[in-house]
């Protein structure tokens, strides 16, 4: 029999005695009452453990399936749970957040993809996309500078000063040579697009940064 996602017991209707009123327990003999929410992501809950998952209570329209398929997800896949907590630093530009949990990469024994797997890391759950595409999404520029000083092979030169102070003073040197294939100004998100064909959608400066960091 199936368990319960959130407290793992029997997928059936609990009773407890009440001492009051004993007429309102369900006879012994009586088979048990299923209590099974059986959803797309394959999970399933009790009805009120799902309610309770929510620390808000009800929310009207609120379309919690993306969140259990996370989670799900996750569950399957534990080494993406880091990877997926850098692409949601990446959306909300929180860039003293991404460079911690980057530094701490290598002895954090909960995350098991190497730096370079983390930073190339293709959401599945999002299109494929990576943490720059995130980052373009939401036109955040630091970060944008600090994922390509990190993975890609744009010149030196051409980054921001504070950039690089930034990543040097967490202990995060800059690889000396970055293959392709790991290069994020080349992966494409699930229908082919790379990051440079996000940056010539947004036009202005970042078509700019695009065609002088090899984008395009």
Same mark, same amino acid.
């Given at each position: 029999?199936?368990?319960?996602?959130?407290?793992?017991?029997?997928?059936?209707?609990?009773?407890?005695?009440?001492?009051?009123? *004993?007429? #309102?327990?369900?006879?012994?003999?009586? $088979?048990? &009452?299923?209590?099974? !929410?059986?959803?797309?992501? @394959?999970?399933?809950?009790?009805?009120?453990?799902?309610?309770?998952?929510?620390?808000?209570?009800?929310?009207?329209?609120?379309?919690?399936?993306?969140?259990?398929?996370?989670?799900?997800?996750?569950?399957?896949?534990?080494?993406?749970?880091?990877?997926?907590?850098?692409?949601?630093?990446?959306?909300?530009?929180?860039?003293?957040?991404?460079? *911690?949990? #980057?530094?701490?990469?290598?002895?954090? $024994?909960? &995350?098991?993809?190497? !730096?370079?797997?983390?930073? @190339?890391?293709?959401?599945?759950?999002?299109?494929?996309?990576?943490?720059?595409?995130?980052?373009?999404?939401?036109?955040?520029?630091?970060?944008?500078?600090?994922?390509?000083?990190?993975?890609?092979?744009?010149?030196?030169?051409?980054?921001?000063?504070?950039?690089?102070?930034?990543?040097?003073?967490?202990?995060?040197?800059?690889?000396?040579?970055?293959?392709?294939?790991?290069?994020?100004?080349?992966?494409?998100?699930?229908?082919?697009?790379?990051?440079?064909?996000?940056?010539?959608?947004?036009?202005?400066?970042?078509?700019?940064?695009?065609?002088?960091?090899?984008?395009?």
């Amino acid at each position: 029999m199936s368990l319960c996602k959130a407290c793992h017991q029997p997928l059936i209707l609990q009773f407890e005695p009440d001492s009051e009123d *004993e007429s #309102l327990s369900p006879p012994e003999d009586q $088979p048990p &009452i299923p209590d099974d !929410l059986h959803l797309p992501c @394959s999970c399933h809950f009790h009805w009120q453990c799902l309610l309770d998952q929510s620390p808000t209570g009800m929310q009207e329209n609120l379309n919690i399936l993306p969140h259990l398929t996370e989670e799900s997800h996750l569950l399957s896949h534990p080494s993406h749970r880091p990877a997926r907590a850098l692409h949601t630093l990446s959306s909300e530009g929180d860039t003293s957040g991404l460079l *911690e949990l #980057l530094a701490d990469a290598d002895s954090d $024994p909960e &995350i098991t993809l190497s !730096l370079p797997q983390l930073l @190339s890391f293709r959401d599945p759950l999002n299109n494929s996309k990576t943490a720059l595409h995130v980052a373009l999404e939401n036109t955040q520029e630091e970060i944008f500078w600090l994922l390509l000083w990190l993975a890609s092979g744009v010149h030196t030169s051409v980054f921001p000063e504070q950039v690089v102070q930034s990543c040097e003073g967490v202990g995060l040197p800059r690889r000396q040579t970055v293959p392709k294939e790991e290069d994020l100004r080349f992966i494409p998100d699930g229908e082919g697009s790379t990051p440079g064909r996000y940056c010539v959608e947004l036009g202005g400066a970042w078509k700019q940064y695009a065609e002088r960091l090899g984008m395009v």
